[in-house]
């Protein structure tokens, strides 16, 4: 016989109560939306048309320490000789997928992308079949959008990333490849040698970074100039320190890159100065450019 189910008649029911604890009824939370949209990076394009001026041993480097201090790096190799690659140890029979394919429009950006000895640093690695881009997409109406294009959504899919830094180590020229670089940048960040054409070099670089402004990416700035390979000893470069900030002002980096030895010879281990030699002048002023850069970015993100 069943229990009677209990009555508001003011009436005591007689039979015994029944003592069993009733589980308490669990009322589940809807489950968090998974469209929310992906994080995007940052992108820094390091260019300058000059040659030997130390783009590449800054994409390196600079990637290294902001994956040094946390952050999560993508280096993307849009040099032919691919330089970037080498330097971070990718052998050149591992590109089976390499930044030509992706701006070729034949791979998506997600399978050039390969893993590189330092923890949280990535690499999408180049070759030189790069070097004749130009004429295969030169006519095409998206031409110096292939690279912005490719970026788009990059954290999102499988495999998961969760880039926050993309920097992109452009050619030593004013090409397709460099434009494509700037149409895709938040901020372009021009390593310039202390050296006596480097204000020369300096103003032909700005007035590509305002035509590109004008006509391809309304929101690009230079986010800043590293001067490299200083030498304390050497009264030119102390005279171009000089100029360079009175030219370009808050825009010059507090961090200085100086000549360094170390800095020199990580490329041939295919490994990152601070790997090859963390305690070196080198990679201490590499970390300090790192921090430097992180600073600026809270500030610009301020107001």
């Known amino acids: 016989m069943t229990d009677r189910p209990p009555t508001d008649t003011g009436v005591i029911d007689a039979k015994p109560q029944d003592t069993t604890v009733q589980e308490p009824q669990v009322v589940p939370f ?14 820094l394009s390091i260019a300058n048309q000059k040659g030997g001026v130390g783009k590449t041993t800054t994409a ?23 330089n970037a690659s080498t330097g971070l140890g990718i052998d050149r029979r591992a590109r089976r997928t390499s930044t030509y394919d992706v701006l070729a429009g034949t791979m998506p950006m997600r399978d050039a992308i390969l893993a590189t000895a330092v923890p949280q640093l990535y690499i999408a690695p180049s070759t030189m079949d790069l070097s004749g881009l130009e004429l295969e997409i030169g006519q095409a109406r998206d031409r110096a959008f292939r690279l912005r294009t490719a970026l788009h959504n990059i954290n999102a899919g499988t ?7 993309v920097l992109v180590d452009c050619p030593p020229s004013l090409n397709l490849l460099t434009v494509n670089a700037m149409a895709a940048a938040d901020s372009i960040l021009v390593p310039l040698q202390c050296e006596f054409f480097a204000l020369e ?23 800043g100039v590293v001067l490299t390979m200083y030498d304390s000893r050497n009264n030119l470069s102390n005279q171009v320190v ?27 281990y295919g490994k990152p100065v601070l790997v090859y030699d963390l305690k070196c002048v080198g990679s201490e002023a590499y970390l300090r450019l790192a921090t430097e850069i992180i600073q600026r970015e809270k500030e610009l993100k301020a107001g």
């Open 60 to 82: 390196i480097n600079l990637g290294t320490a902001l994956a040094a201090i946390g952050e999560h790096v993508l280096i993307v190799d849009l040099d032919p000789q691919g």
């Open 242 to 268: 000089a100029d360079v900030r009175q030219f370009m002002g808050r825009k010059v980096y507090d961090t200085v890159i100086p000549r360094n030895v170390r800095i020199s010879e990580a490329p041939s």
């Open 30 to 43: 809807a489950r968090p939306s998974s469209t929310t949209e992906p994080v995007r990076p940052r992108v």
């Open 159 to 165: 495999p998961s990333f969760n880039f926050t830094y």
């Open 201 to 223: 070099g300096l103003s032909q670089l700005l007035k590509t970074v305002d035509e590109v402004k004008k006509t391809l990416n309304p929101t690009l700035s230079i986010h």
